[in-house]
């Protein structure tokens, strides 16, 4: 099984910019489609983004779409989301798994503060 860790979190002000970056170790990182997520306080972890294995095709929610790009390097068993035009309503805890999302993947996260 694949192991994910994310990081580049941090505070940031509104209209600013933050790349997330996602580190995989185990099976072979390029066997799995991979999603980034997000938890923010008293809400329900929900889908930003997600891109096949060979990376050619991606899909985002409709809250992030034009903003943040997601991107994979499988020679670096490396996963990145890029985040342009931050509002503060994206302040939440940022996970990476693959898509769809394996329950036992789950890892700690990165906190995105936004400030407005």
């Known amino acids: 099984q694949v192991q994910l860790v994310e990081s580049g979190g941090g505070l940031v002000q509104a209209g600013g910019s933050l790349r997330l970056s996602c580190a995989a170790s185990?099976?072979?990182?390029?066997?799995?489609?991979m999603g980034w997520f997000r938890q923010a306080p008293g809400k329900e972890r929900e889908f930003l983004a997600a891109?096949?294995?060979?990376?050619?095709?991606?899909r985002y929610a409709d809250s992030v779409k034009g903003r943040f790009t997601i991107s994979r390097d499988n020679t670096r068993n490396m996963g990145y989301l890029q985040m342009n035009s931050l509002k503060p309503e994206d302040t939440a805890v940022y996970y990476c798994?693959?898509?769809?999302?394996?329950?036992?993947?789950w890892g700690q996260g990165a906190q995105v503060t936004v400030s407005s």
């Open positions: 891109i096949i294995r060979g990376g050619g095709s991606t």
């Open positions: 798994n693959t898509d769809p999302p394996i329950r036992t993947v």
């Open positions: 185990g099976r072979i990182f390029s066997s799995y489609a």
